[in-house]
């Protein structure tokens, strides 16, 4: 009868703390379940996707997501490259003074 006892109340007991132990080293080893993360096309980094632009590109509806950081050297190197450009034609439209 003891026995009985026992088993009744010491194993639901024993696996109630189990279920515990693994649900709280489960919930501290997670990330932040509502954050989602995408990775940037061109840095290969992830981020949050609060801090992308998402682009849809081409025919195919492909998104593309990219950080701010790549999108300022890109513009960066596209300003290097219009004002290249531009100082090229200044100096072909320029009459040789002789």
Known sequence: MIFFIIWIIC??????????????????????PGVQLEECAICHEEFPMEALLEKE?????????????????LHLEYQAKVEHRD???KTISEPANL
């Open 11 to 32: 194993i639901p007991l024993v696996i109630w703390i189990v279920l515990q132990i693994v649900s709280k080293r489960r919930a501290a080893g997670e990330a932040e």
């Open 57 to 73: 590109v081409g025919g195919y509806s492909r998104v593309y997501c990219f950080c701010g950081d790549c999108i300022e050297q």
């Open 87 to 89: 100082e090229e034609n």
